[in-house]
């Protein structure tokens, strides 16, 4: 079965950045629509954002201006590019399709504090 693996997660202060890396199998990047999601405590997982075949992307408004989502084929990875991070943001990070049609892996954890 598909797997998928989030990395870059961790701890950051208020304004700062990480970027978020999602390994994905085979030609699933260059076929799917893939996006970046977000599950904080106590809550539903949200989308983030996402990005076509073609390399158009969709931000939610939360996070639009600061967050970058953008693929490179050719290592079969997606990346969320984080900037200007706030408290809100703190949440665990799942990458998959639009629409989340393939098994969901561990995530990787981004905290925002002081």
């Known amino acids: 079965q598909v797997q998928l693996v989030e990395s870059g997660g961790g701890l950051v202060q208020p304004g700062g950045s990480l970027r978020l890396s999602c390994a994905v199998p085979?030609?699933?990047?260059?076929?799917?629509?893939m996006a970046w999601y977000r599950q904080a405590d106590g809550k539903q997982r949200e989308l983030v954002a996402h990005?076509?075949?073609?390399?158009?992307?969709a931000y939610v408004d939360s996070v639009k201006g600061r967050f970058t989502i953008f693929k490179n084929s050719a290592k079969n990875t997606v990346y969320l590019q984080m900037s200007s991070l706030k408290s809100e943001d703190t949440a665990v990070y799942y990458c998959?399709?639009?629409?989340?049609?393939?098994?969901w892996g561990q995530g990787t954890q981004v905290t925002v504090s002081s």
């Open positions: 998959n399709t639009f629409g989340g049609a393939l098994r």
């Open positions: 990005i076509t075949t073609d390399g158009s992307t």
């Open positions: 085979g030609s699933i990047a260059r076929i799917y629509v």
